[in-house]
């Protein structure tokens, strides 16, 4: 199946200071990527869908100069929490889609701790 | 907008049965996706099965098998000879067949606990 990383798995950050997760689809060109928040024990939150080459929709509520997500090329897509908070800390997952697919494929996740 | 309920937050089963995890969607679309992913501990979700809504016969993989009832809009996963390894939060989610739409809704998950 297709492969999709995420970088870091882990970071830990001081309050006010920013932080930038990157999603790669290794094997497949994803004209689509989707970024979700995961508090423990619950469902995926979808955050933002992201096309290459334009701007990403967010959902409602989510704050889209907190959480820039810029998708420059076909394999890759970054989340950068700007001026995090302890309440930022959560485990977030991309996730990417070809355009003639119909399955999303996800990365392994990245938890952050903000302290 | 479409809805996905998982019923049971939680579910047991004794290795080597069999169990059934529910779930149920709302749509007013004829032609979508249904999928159940599994996240283990590690947290990875992995794609377990997917069914397209325009076909009748139910998906199976290998111990994975879903009963599809699209009248009743009822997608549930049947995993039989359960092993350890199974032991995982489920999650059923739903795509609209329409391109323009990408993004899936996920149910809330069913923590199976399987019993040595």
């Known amino acids: 199946g297709a492969v999709v990383s995420q970088h870091p798995s882990r970071v830990i950050c001081k309050s006010g200071t920013s932080v930038k997760i990157e999603c790669r689809s290794l094997?497949?060109?994803?004209?689509?990527m989707f970024w979700y928040r995961q508090f423990p024990k619950q469902s995926l939150m979808l955050m933002a869908t992201?096309?290459?080459?334009?701007?990403?929709?967010?959902e409602q509520g989510v704050e889209k100069d907190k959480f820039l997500i810029n998708h420059a090329s076909l394999t890759l897509s970054t989340l950068t929490v700007t001026s995090a908070h302890p309440e930022d800390s959560s485990f977030y997952i991309c996730?990417?889609?070809?355009?003639?697919?119909?399955?999303?494929?996800f990365g392994p996740g990245t938890r952050l701790t903000v302290l | 907008a479409q809805t996905v309920t998982q019923s049971q937050p939680e579910m047991s089963v004794q290795e080597a049965e069999t169990v059934t995890l529910s779930c149920t969607y709302d749509?007013?679309?004829?032609?979508?996706?249904l999928f159940w992913y599994k996240q283990p501990p590690s947290r990875q979700m992995i794609l377990v099965i997917r069914q397209e809504a325009y076909k009748q016969q139910n998906a199976t993989e290998n111990r994975f098998s879903v009963n599809f009832q699209k009248a009743a809009k009822s997608f549930s996963l049947k995993i039989s000879d359960s092993q350890l390894g199974d032991a995982a939060m489920y999650f059923c989610?739903?795509?609209?067949?329409?391109?323009?739409?990408?993004?899936?809704?996920f149910g809330d998950g069913t923590t199976l606990t399987v019993k040595p």
């Open positions: 749509t007013s679309e004829s032609d979508y996706y």
């Open positions: 992201s096309n290459e080459g334009s701007k990403a929709t967010y």
């Open positions: 996730s990417a889609r070809t355009e003639a697919g119909d399955t999303q494929y």
């Open positions: 094997d497949f060109q994803a004209t689509t």
């Open positions: 989610a739903y795509r609209s067949a329409i391109r323009t739409i990408g993004k899936s809704t």
